[in-house]
């Protein structure tokens, strides 16, 4: 654990406090976890932060230290500049924002783009980190299976909905950029495109979020494909072994393996995790490219034959390129867009 750079050390390291004043980045699932850590070190770059957050009380909580005295003004856009210990506000960090946004409800998502736009002219980064594993059995508002529509489809839509801002947003000196919070997870399936909803085959909480987690692979690699020549990136971070929320719902086996003294050297915290989120949000080296699948705060190659849950490297199923397009082509359907 010690051997993993921390969020804010990349920032330090790349140059980056107080490095982009006039950036706007949206960040989804801010409440806890990786997303708050992310938030937290993008924040000393003073970007102007957008959090998307299902649950705004909880978010103002967990982010008092960033957002300050709460605001009592509209519940669904919250405007929050920092504060020093004295009151005065801060020139440490850039405006945090608070953004209502269910991603299990494409409405919810359709109306915090709505908000979002009414504020800003242009976005940067978008950080799709919001999501939900191993969930029980169960529907999203709009019937798609929890894990595929919330953690695929919500930000498919999410992203198809910022997309134009994102390509006007496009300089010479910084392209825009997507970055996809996937999972090594994703080794244990790709697109079940006969049963997405697992309706016919039975319900496999792990293999659905494998799915999903594929599924975000696939949409960085599209968005590279599809607009990397217009100055619009994607890239797919699978963050490590880190204990969150995210895992209330993990078998209770796969958890007390998880704690075992051997794993120790491969778990990460949360500031850890956040690490290669950053890289790829505003490492330089990452200007201009896309279409790579980075963990340890670099990119990543194939996993080695016969590997292990806590060995690097991913799948070669996300290198194919058919399937992207095919999902590409469904989720458009299921999100209700034409062209």
Known sequence: MEDHPTALSIIQAENLTHALPDKVILITGCSSGLGAATARALSKTNATLFLAIRDIHKARHVLADLLGPASDSDSSSDSTPASDEDGKPSTSQGEIRLLHMDLASLSSIRQAVNSFLSQSDKLNVLINNGGVMATPEGRTEDGFETQ??????????????????LLRSVTPQFHSRVVGVTS????????????????????????????????????????????????????????????????????????????????????????????????????????????????????????????????????????????????WEESRRLVGLRD
């Open 148 to 165: 595929f529509g919330t953690n695929h489809l919500g930000h498919f839509l999410l992203f198809e909905l910022l997309k134009p801002i």
């Open 184 to 327: 090594s997870a994703h080794r244990k399936s790709g697109i079940r495109f006969g049963d997405l909803h697992f309706e016919t085959g039975g319900y496999d909480p792990a293999l659905a979020y494998a799915q999903s987690k594929t599924a975000n692979i696939y949409m960085m690699n599209e968005i590279e494909r599809r607009f990397g020549g217009q100055g619009l990136h994607g890239l797919s971070v699978h963050p490590g072994l880190i204990f969150t929320g995210l895992q209330k719902f993990v078998d209770d086996g796969v958890m007390e393996e998880w704690r075992k003294p051997g794993m120790r050297p491969y778990l990460k915290t949360e500031e850890q995790g956040a690490a290669t989120v950053v890289v790829a949000a505003v490492g330089r080296e990452w200007e201009g490219k896309g279409g790579k699948y980075l963990e340890d705060c670099r990119e990543s190659g194939p996993a080695k034959p016969g590997f292990r849950t806590v060995d690097p490297g991913y799948a070669s199923h996300i290198r194919d390129q058919e399937s992207a397009e095919r999902l």
